[in-house]
């Protein structure tokens, strides 16, 4: 199944970070997103129901949630959604799981602010870019200083 979801709410867990031992990095979450209405007897925004998701991201998006997500933060996650039913012995429920395609802070709840990261695949061709380029100059600066003026006719 590959339906896609956008989902807003609470990072309820603390982020869990690991890489495999091939070097794949993961990190998951779980999210409380709920539904909110104004309670007009009690003058007050009440919690009326809550959808509790496990968050996983891969790769590059993992290692910065790693290190931009904490818990109690309010987030917007885009994904893949899989829904699958399971059996206890004693209890049976359903796990609603996003792999997400996107996460960011919820800037309707705050302020956030943007740095940046390349990967190391990512700066190595950069970089060997960068080296490439700088031959091609060098020998193109070599080539013009070693050849001579030509004469001029007069």
Request: charged share 25%; hydrophobic share 35%; proline share 3%.
């Amino acid at each position: 199944m590959s339906d896609t979801i956008t989902v807003t709410g609470l990072v309820a867990t603390e982020p869990k970070h690991i890489v495999t031992s091939e070097g794949l990095s993961i990190t998951s979450f779980r999210l409380a997103s709920a539904l909110r209405r104004f309670d007009r007897a009690k003058e007050k925004w009440i919690d009326v129901d809550t959808n509790w998701y496990t968050v996983s991201s891969f790769r590059q998006l993992a290692s910065n949630v790693s290190l931009s997500v904490v818990k109690g933060e309010r987030v917007v996650v885009t994904g893949r959604v899989r829904i699958r039913e399971w059996q206890g012995t004693e209890r049976s429920g359903t796990n609603v799981d996003i792999e997400a395609d996107a996460i960011g802070h919820d800037l309707s709840w705050g302020t956030s602010t943007f740095s940046r990261t390349i990967s190391s695949s990512h700066a190595m061709s950069v970089g060997s870019a960068e080296a490439e380029e700088s031959h091609v100059q060098s020998t193109e600066a070599a080539e013009i200083a070693s050849t001579p003026e030509p004469a001029l006719p007069f």
